[in-house]
């Protein structure tokens, strides 16, 4: 007999929040945007808004501590949240870290993670203001809330993009998502045979790209100086393809990407080929890469071209015209895809 | 040999978050207050502050699903977070909510967590902007962070209190505490026959304010309206003892606490004899009473007096009088002590 209940892993990430949140109606003025962008927008003054994001990193879920170090993580996440506020053009300016840890850590070793903590406020320019310290019954959970502002006039959403415009992206893709395939397989290894030492040096970039990922606070600055305003912005922590298509569903608008175009670093598609992994398909659906997607009218190109972390990798279309991906070897047309919730 | 490396629980929890915290420094100018008050204090236009604070429920730490139901669970996690704002005298408005969760909890299960969230979002007039959903190994968190305003000059911190003050609380004390005690006995009773039916009943009262905690938001309303500032203010989350330590350190000042005038009501004395527990004892240190603890300049007596729901429990002193607590039976004055960290 089916169970009347319906498990979490047969829902998706983004059906289950909206599942759960469509009954919630904003009642107060102060609150400008809820749920559903990178961040979420108050008021603050007559010039500026609030910007606020939250996220959690659970143990052996979003990191092994077999491999990665506390410090690392620490830096990272805190990165994964001043990410979001990036990602609506915002200034991160403080952090909250609430931690719950199981008596198998230390002091010495929570000292470790917040020395990571601490090396991200001070090169990310944020103070760290609050939190709370609990036991938990198993393993050690982060939750990090980021709080930022945003001139009215420079908030960047994921809803405003127009058809016929240039999508664009920062630095490069698909290496967090095999870095941690390769601390993956050398974990295995390991543990299967522990006097074999890992293999990482020649995998170097890709590992750094998972455990110590830093995000571009240079690209708001040379556009703030060169006057560019993206249109539509999203931070990539879910992978490309992901990503697009909510900028596409948020915006109303159809994407047409080149696959030629993807930013993949000759390193990375090494370390795919290593794996028998195709790097376009880690770049569209790896996740992680803490980059900007974002897109910009076309007359801004000869401003943008100048600057040189960012690629055009595509444009907008209408609506009706829908998601694709144009291969580089036969240039076919295939639909863009989201890659489920992996995490069940 | 004894391990070089400290263990969490022979530190304590405040000794904790100074030892994780200290090497922070504050950047930005907007950071107005950070860590060490009930909730951190931000910039935000040029007659109100921005108030943020974040709370972790942990199950089998703080929860306990045996007895105690989802959706209660959903209002206290928001419950808990703005019990904090309304601390330093703020208009709590936004909340995030994130949760880790095992794939032992289904869709529905979440959805009911959800609708005690939002009927604590609607009571309170809060809104959901945002969170995380993410899987966990084990159990289900719940992390909360709280966004609200507070005019400049309303701000109550627990720093500000002088000597000869009024020491005053809202509602009555001791009675969470109860509650979680006979929740525990009749969860042991069940599970060693599981044929007896709990006894609830007679106890209702003590595990409606363990289950289902409310605020009072009424008292500010009073406040402003007969133009009465605390001169500091914290809520009860910890137990009166260990916050009027709080005020205390923070404040410097002593604290003349009088046992008679602590309220206690009798349904919870009761229970209190029942489980061979000292009322008092419970009070001081029980905790999750989410009452406010506040102090008022003595010339404010004849305003706050007609207020019902307020006790004067005592007095501050000059800090080099210390904290002591008058007993009611043998007028007795024995040092005021927190409890220590009793998760571990």
């Not at 209940?5 to 599942?19: A, Q, Y």
């Not at 596409?248 to 159809?254: D, K, T």
């Not at 100048?306 to 694709?324: D, F, K, L, N, R």
């Amino acid at each position: 007999m089916p169970s009347k209940f319906t498990k979490i892993s047969d829902v998706g990430e983004f059906s289950l929040i909206h599942s759960l949140s469509q009954k919630f109606k904003n009642k107060n003025p102060s609150t400008i945007v809820g749920i559903g962008d990178d961040a979420a927008v108050i008021a603050k003054d007559t010039t500026h808004y609030t910007l606020m994001t939250t996220d959690m990193l659970i143990e052996n879920i979003h990191f092994d501590l077999t491999y990665c170090p506390l410090k690392h993580l620490g830096y990272k996440a805190v990165v994964v949240n001043i990410s979001d506020i990036l990602a609506m053009n915002g200034t991160p300016e403080q952090i909250t870290v609430s931690i719950a840890v199981s008596s198998k850590f230390s002091l010495e070793a929570l000292q470790t993670l917040y020395e990571g903590i601490a090396l991200a406020c001070t090169h990310y320019q944020v103070d760290l203001i609050g939190g709370d310290t609990t036991a938990a019954t198993q393993g050690l959970s982060i939750a990090v809330s980021a709080i930022g502002t945003v001139k009215k006039n420079s908030i960047c959403k994921r809803s405003t993009a127009q058809p016929q415009e240039l999508i664009c992206v920062t630095g490069d893709l698909g290496a967090a998502y095999l870095g941690l395939q390769i601390l993956n397989r050398e974990k295995k290894v390991f543990l299967a045979h522990d006097t074999m030492q890992p293999v990482l040096e020649e995998h170097q970039y890709v590992i750094e790209r998972q455990l110590k990922p830093e995000i571009n606070t240079d690209l708001q600055k040379f556009m703030q100086k060169h006057q560019i305003l993206p249109s539509a912005m999203i931070d990539i922590s879910d992978g490309l393809s992901s990503e697009l298509l909510h900028i596409s569903q948020a915006s109303r608008v159809g994407i047409l990407l080149y696959e030629e175009k993807i930013p993949i670093l000759l390193t990375t598609k090494k370390t795919a080929l290593d794996l028998h992994l195709d790097p376009t398909i880690c770049a569209l659906h790896g996740g992680e890469d803490y980059e900007l997607l974002f897109t910009l009218p076309q007359e801004a190109y000869e401003k943008i071209k100048i600057y040189p972390g960012v690629t055009v990798i595509g444009h907008t279309v209408s609506q009706s015209e829908g998601c694709h991906l144009i291969t580089s070897a036969s240039h076919q047309k295939i639909p863009l895809k989201a890659q489920g919730w992996v995490h069940y």
